[in-house]
């Protein structure tokens, strides 16, 4: 590939029905790794999100130094901002004390600022820009935001709404097939419907995950976290393996 080629690629992958099921698989690991290390191991949220947070910035330095898209450097860099997603919303939900509403509502403004300064920054949020650092720091740190906005609202819903894990995946997965319909039916933009289903996955991850590892009593499958956790890393990377990714074309949208 000539280098005029080259500058033309993102350093995130096409968005294809193999990424949004690496995507929800990656939140899932989030919420049952996450509750591994802050619940299982006894750390807690606080001692978890700095675990997380250091692994994080490592890892988005990582990326932002890579020359160009590496799935395994971009997927491990969604894992951990998923972790420390779900460590930091439950440190600010439970042991912050501002509850599920209050935590939820504090990360959407945080988001919805990340975004807005991200456009009036550089034009456009468009994924399929992420070719410079600048544009590349703007991107994670939303994501961070989005991911930890995710958890909040699949605890909201689950617990404080009262729909269960199972009532909750189901309204989340309702709301993603509106996103699917308005992408082949409407002319909404692709960047919007993007970023709108980007965030809706998380929350739909965060139940899955509570699903899987919560006590019967609590309507779960009380699985080990750990197992639970491998079973679903083990997943990611034979979806990476088996169905390759390219990165996403500047200006495919």
């Known amino acids: 590939m000539n280098t005029a080629a080259k500058n033309n690629l993102s350093k995130v992958p096409e968005v294809t029905l193999v990424f949004w099921i690496i995507k929800i698989l990656a939140t899932t690991l989030g919420e049952t790794g996450g509750d591994a290390v802050s619940m299982s191991m006894n750390l807690g949220y606080l001692v978890g999100t700095a675990i997380f947070t250091a692994l994080f910035l490592v890892a988005v330095f990582a990326q932002i130094k890579a020359k160009g898209f590496h799935p395994f450097l971009y997927w491990t860099t969604i894992i951990a901002t998923t972790t420390v997603g779900t460590t930091l919303a439950d440190f600010a939900d439970r042991s912050l004390g501002i509850g599920y509403a209050g935590g939820s509502s504090?990360?959407?403004?945080?988001?919805?600022?990340s975004l807005f300064?991200?456009?009036?920054?550089?034009?456009?949020?468009?994924?399929?820009?992420?070719?410079?650092?600048?544009?590349?720091?703007?991107?994670?740190?939303?994501?961070?935001?989005?991911?930890?906005?995710?958890?909040?609202?699949?605890?909201?819903?689950?617990?404080?709404?009262?729909?269960?894990?199972?009532?909750?995946?189901?309204?989340?997965?309702?709301?993603?097939?509106i996103v699917v319909a308005a992408y082949?039916?409407?002319?909404?933009?692709?960047?919007?419907?993007?970023?709108?289903?980007?965030?809706?996955?998380?929350?739909?991850?965060?139940?899955?995950?509570?699903?899987?590892?919560?006590?019967?009593?609590?309507?779960?499958?009380?699985?080990?976290?750990?197992?639970?956790?491998?079973a679903l890393l083990v997943f990611i990377v034979a979806c990476i393996m088996i169905f390759p990714q390219r990165a996403g074309k500047q200006g495919a949208h």
């Open 117 to 177: 300064v991200w456009h009036r920054s550089l034009g456009t949020i468009a994924v399929e820009t992420i070719i410079t650092s600048k544009a590349e720091m703007f991107y994670w740190v939303t994501i961070m935001f989005s991911q930890t906005l995710g958890t909040a609202l699949g605890d909201w819903t689950a617990d404080t709404a009262g729909l269960g894990y199972d009532g909750a995946a189901i309204l989340f997965t309702a709301l993603l097939g």
């Open 184 to 230: 082949h039916w409407t002319s909404i933009s692709r960047t919007t419907l993007f970023w709108v289903a980007f965030i809706l996955t998380r929350p739909l991850g965060a139940v899955v995950g509570d699903f899987l590892d919560k006590p019967f009593s609590s309507g779960g499958l009380e699985l080990s976290r750990y197992s639970a956790s491998a």
């Open 106 to 113: 504090l990360l959407l403004v945080l988001l919805m600022t």
